[in-house]
C-alpha cells in the first residue's frame, strides 16, 4: 500500500447502534499517511481525535485480545468511569500485541 505509516494492523469500531450489545462496523486496514485512489472495494476511514481509555493486549492470541475486550465490557457494565461514549473505538496490533483505544 502506497504511503504505509507503519507495519501494525488497525480496526476501527465505529457506527455503533446503541452500546456494547448493539450492531457495529468494523473496518480493518493499514495506516498511510495520505489517501490515494483507492482500489475498488476499499475505504478510507479517518479516525477523530478525542479522549480515550487505553487498554493493552498482551500474550497469546487471540486469547489476550479477547481479555482485553473482556476488561472492557467489564468497566463499561459496572458503570466505571470514565464512561465509554461509542463513537469510535481502534485497536492497533502490533508485534507486541494489540492497544485498544476505547472512546469515552
Same mark, same amino acid.
Given at each position: 500500500m502506497p504511503?504505509?505509516?507503519?507495519?501494525?494492523l488497525y480496526a476501527v469500531l465505529t457506527d455503533y447502534e446503541s452500546d456494547h450489545h448493539g450492531a457495529?462496523?468494523? =473496518?480493518?486496514?493499514?495506516?498511510?499517511r495520505t489517501v490515494p485512489r483507492l482500489p475498488? +472495494?476499499?475505504? *478510507?476511514?479517518?479516525v477523530p481525535a478525542g479522549r480515550t481509555l487505553k487498554v493493552?493486549?498482551?500474550?497469546?492470541?487471540?486469547?489476550?485480545? =479477547?481479555?482485553?475486550?473482556?476488561?472492557?465490557?467489564k468497566h463499561t457494565e459496572?458503570? +466505571?468511569?470514565? *464512561?465509554r461514549s461509542f463513537t469510535t473505538d481502534l485497536e492497533v496490533h502490533h508485534p507486541a500485541g494489540a492497544d485498544l483505544y476505547v472512546a469515552v
Open positions: 504511503g504505509r505509516l507503519d507495519e501494525n457495529y462496523t468494523q =473496518i480493518v486496514g493499514v495506516g498511510v475498488e +472495494g476499499m475505504v *478510507a476511514v479517518r493493552e493486549a498482551r500474550g497469546q492470541m487471540p486469547q489476550a485480545i =479477547i481479555d482485553a475486550w473482556q476488561r472492557v465490557w459496572s458503570g +466505571g468511569t470514565p *464512561a
